[in-house]
């Protein structure tokens, strides 16, 4: 009999997913896939100099250095396999242009290099590959967080088939599934009190330098990297002067054996705020590592104001992994001439507008749908942001247009009670931790600018990894997953695919329920309903919805193609408003 917790049960259960993953090579890719393919032409062919430079298609480079350095690797890995894939994908566009990499960017490219089933494996075969940091980065943090087998199991089964990551990876074509795995690897050295603070700082600023966007999440990680691991209150010391007393007598206790009868030491248990137990000594036990490499040589500087005692040397190193990552980041590139400015231009395109050409569920997403309707009330023309396009800086036909500027002062509000207060309290537990990472990336996610639907990535693993723990994050993680899901299928916008999309959606929801409802069941020993009646009801009316936006709509109105996206787009971006609000 398969044992939950055993790595082999792990992997077989895993085998199914791959599978799938394997199954689904050859079917619809997105436009991404020549995106990354012209990213590995880059990578492989240029100069360093030049990768943030090549302009000659829309598809330029502009994810930060260390995507790029991974790029270079999987081109040097797939040479072997398709070397085709490394050719340039619009070779015309460079004709007589070799030597100019300041040309403006066309507007309309040439047909690409033909694609074959051959290329399409080898690229998809390197997403499925590198799935397999997520696995071994799920196994080690969940171990390190929960205490029941089936809860590990049931969170681990959630992350690694998540619908929203298939949909996202294997058919549109992205690698946030190795991108998930650096964010999981940096939340469990965080939440390992014997974890360096050197660690935690270098694999947040790796992820980083990986993709920008998961700096969404700095205010949660790094306070939090700050308080529990750099900053010690006097009750934590006062732990651990008793922890350390406590260990001194279980170290005479091995060394007289005839003591331990008059002192067997009993496991003292305290109920949260929650009624849950929880091992006081095994808290103390694990906190007490955390301070044992710098406790004894390292001055503190206290600050009575906050309860709070600075561990310098603990600071110190925090900064230099973050400050080291950083080097190894930007140093090959301003070595060779390329500005910071050049790069993060790149990175920040503020001129692509508010919105993208399928809304995201956001609180944007209703501002739209208002300015949308408003225009029609006052018989305005239709409002710009309904047609589809990115780039758009005047979208709203009625309503004023909110700046870059607004968006992060809105996004930075919505992230205080998770950030600036949950984190910062000195019982902060690990799941608490996981929780406002969550928040806060979910708070970008509905009211940053120019957000992509398939961001709902970001707060969809650390939600689902808490779901098992709590009755509470499981109805939050099944309503908002199933919402998230829902609202990236319009990505699978090809007739042949309606099909398929059903599928995914209903296996989500029921494996969901399923894993949801064992890991309830470890825990309580009862079932209790993971649903209400008014977010069931609110899930179900996704069902019509579904038909009328592809099959109803497009028969009965061919000529509104932007409709069926906009009434998707409203329908989750209500739910989801709920969810962050819940």
Same mark, same amino acid.
């Given at each position: 009999?398969?044992?939950?917790?055993?790595?082999?049960?792990?992997?077989?259960?895993?085998?199914?997913?791959?599978?799938?993953?394997?199954?689904?090579?050859?079917?619809?890719?997105?436009?991404?896939?020549?995106?990354?393919?012209?990213?590995?032409?880059?990578?492989?062919?240029?100069?360093?100099? %030049?990768?943030?430079?090549?302009?000659?298609?829309?598809?330029?480079?502009?994810?930060?250095?260390?995507?790029?350095?991974?790029?270079?690797?999987?081109?040097?890995?797939?040479?072997?396999?398709?070397?085709?894939?490394?050719?340039?994908?619009?070779?015309?566009?460079?004709?007589?242009? %070799?030597?100019?990499?300041?040309?403006?960017?066309?507007?309309?490219?040439?047909?690409?290099?033909?694609?074959?089933?051959?290329?399409?494996?080898?690229?998809?075969?390197?997403?499925?590959?590198?799935?397999?940091?997520?696995?071994?980065?799920?196994?080690?943090?969940?171990?390190?967080?929960?205490?029941?087998?089936?809860?590990?199991?049931?969170?681990?089964?959630?992350?690694?088939?998540?619908?929203?990551?298939?949909?996202?990876?294997?058919?549109?074509?992205?690698?946030?599934?190795?991108?998930?795995?650096?964010?999981?690897?940096?939340?469990?050295?965080?939440?390992?009190?014997?974890?360096?603070?050197?660690?935690?700082?270098?694999?947040?600023?790796?992820?980083?330098?990986?993709?920008?966007?998961?700096?969404?999440?700095?205010?949660?990680?790094?306070?939090?990297?700050?308080?529990?691991?750099?900053?010690?209150?006097?009750?934590?010391?006062?732990?651990?002067?008793?922890?350390?007393?406590?260990?001194?007598?279980?170290?005479?206790?091995?060394?007289?054996?005839?003591?331990?009868?008059?002192?067997?030491?009993?496991?003292?248990?305290?109920?949260?705020?929650?009624?849950? %137990?929880?091992?006081?000594?095994?808290?103390?036990?694990?906190?007490?590592?955390?301070?044992?490499?710098?406790?004894?040589?390292?001055?503190?500087?206290?600050?009575?104001?906050?309860?709070?005692?600075?561990?310098?040397?603990?600071?110190?190193?925090?900064?230099?992994?973050?400050?080291?990552?950083?080097?190894?980041?930007?140093?090959?590139?301003?070595?060779?001439?390329?500005?910071?400015?050049?790069?993060?231009?790149?990175?920040?395109?503020?001129?692509?507008?508010?919105?993208?050409?399928?809304?995201?569920?956001?609180?944007?997403?209703?501002?739209?749908?208002?300015?949308?309707?408003?225009?029609?009330?006052?018989?305005?023309?239709?409002?710009?942001?309904?047609?589809?396009?990115?780039?758009?800086?005047?979208?709203?036909?009625?309503?004023?247009?909110?700046?870059?500027?607004?968006?992060?002062?809105?996004?930075?509000?919505?992230?205080?009670?998770?950030?600036?207060?949950?984190?910062?309290?000195?019982?902060?537990?690990?799941?608490?931790?996981?929780?406002?990472?969550?928040?806060?990336?979910?708070?970008?996610?509905?009211?940053?600018?120019?957000?992509?639907?398939?961001?709902?990535?970001?707060?969809?693993?650390?939600?689902?990894?808490?779901?098992?723990?709590?009755?509470?994050?499981?109805?939050?993680?099944?309503?908002?997953?199933?919402?998230?899901?829902?609202?990236?299928?319009?990505?699978?916008?090809?007739?042949?695919?309606?099909?398929?999309?059903?599928?995914?959606?209903?296996?989500?929801?029921?494996?969901?329920?399923?894993?949801?409802?064992?890991?309830?069941?470890?825990?309580?020993?009862?079932?209790?309903?993971?649903?209400?009646?008014?977010?069931?009801?609110?899930?179900?009316?996704?069902?019509?919805?579904?038909?009328?936006?592809?099959?109803?709509?497009?028969?009965?109105?061919?000529? %509104?193609?932007?409709?069926?996206?906009?009434?998707?787009?409203?329908?989750?971006?209500?739910?989801?408003?709920?969810?962050?609000?819940?």
């Amino acid at each position: 009999m398969l044992h939950p917790d055993r790595l082999t049960t792990w992997l077989l259960l895993l085998v199914p997913v791959v599978l799938l993953k394997v199954c689904l090579t050859p079917g619809y890719f997105s436009t991404d896939f020549h995106v990354h393919r012209t990213w590995l032409y880059i990578t492989d062919s240029l100069p360093l100099e %030049q990768w943030y430079r090549w302009n000659l298609t829309e598809f330029t480079l502009d994810y930060p250095p260390f995507f790029a350095f991974f790029e270079w690797l999987l081109a040097s890995c797939v040479r072997p396999f398709a070397s085709e894939l490394l050719l340039e994908p619009y070779p015309s566009l460079s004709h007589g242009k %070799q030597a100019s990499f300041d040309v403006v960017s066309v507007e309309e490219p040439s047909t690409p290099l033909p694609v074959t089933l051959q290329l399409v494996l080898v690229h998809r075969l390197t997403v499925i590959a590198s799935d397999a940091l997520l696995v071994v980065a799920l196994y080690l943090f969940l171990h390190r967080l929960l205490n029941q087998p089936i809860q590990r199991l049931s969170g681990y089964l959630l992350g690694v088939s998540s619908v929203a990551l298939l949909i996202v990876d294997h058919l549109h074509f992205q690698y946030n599934g190795f991108l998930s795995g650096i964010k999981v690897l940096a939340l469990w050295v965080a939440v390992d009190q014997r974890g360096s603070p050197f660690w935690t700082a270098a694999l947040f600023t790796a992820l980083v330098h990986f993709k920008h966007i998961y700096l969404y999440m700095a205010p949660a990680y790094c306070l939090y990297v700050v308080r529990h691991h750099c900053c010690h209150s006097e009750h934590a010391l006062q732990q651990l002067s008793r922890s350390g007393t406590m260990l001194r007598r279980q170290s005479a206790q091995r060394s007289h054996p005839g003591l331990q009868h008059h002192h067997q030491h009993q496991p003292q248990y305290q109920r949260n705020d929650r009624g849950e %137990q929880r091992n006081v000594d095994e808290d103390e036990e694990s906190f007490s590592f955390s301070f044992s490499f710098f406790s004894s040589s390292s001055s503190a500087l206290h600050l009575p104001l906050l309860d709070w005692s600075v561990d310098q040397r603990a600071v110190l190193s925090a900064a230099s992994g973050a400050l080291l990552v950083i080097a190894l980041a930007w140093l090959p590139f301003l070595m060779r001439g390329v500005g910071p400015t050049e790069i993060l231009q790149r990175l920040f395109p503020f001129g692509r507008g508010l919105l993208h050409a399928y809304w995201a569920p956001n609180l944007w997403a209703l501002y739209a749908s208002a300015d949308f309707a408003l225009a029609r009330l006052l018989s305005e023309p239709r409002p710009a942001s309904a047609s589809g396009l990115v780039g758009v800086l005047e979208p709203f036909a009625v309503l004023p247009v909110p700046s870059p500027g607004l968006c992060a002062l809105l996004t930075l509000l919505c992230m205080l009670p998770a950030a600036g207060w949950r984190v910062v309290q000195k019982d902060c537990s690990r799941r608490q931790f996981v929780v406002a990472v969550a928040q806060c990336t979910m708070a970008s996610f509905m009211t940053g600018y120019h957000v992509h639907e398939k961001a709902c990535i970001m707060f969809l693993l650390p939600l689902s990894v808490a779901a098992v723990t709590s009755l509470d994050l499981a109805r939050c993680y099944l309503f908002t997953s199933t919402l998230a899901t829902f609202s990236l299928s319009p990505l699978l916008y090809q007739p042949e695919d309606i099909l398929l999309k059903a599928a995914l959606l209903l296996f989500h929801v029921i494996f969901s329920f399923v894993c949801l409802r064992c890991a309830r069941a470890s825990t309580t020993g009862s079932v209790e309903s993971l649903l209400p009646a008014l977010p069931l009801t609110y899930l179900l009316l996704g069902v019509p919805l579904f038909l009328t936006t592809h099959l109803l709509l497009p028969w009965l109105l061919p000529s %509104q193609q932007f409709l069926p996206l906009l009434l998707t787009s409203l329908y989750c971006a209500l739910g989801m408003c709920a969810s962050f609000l819940w």
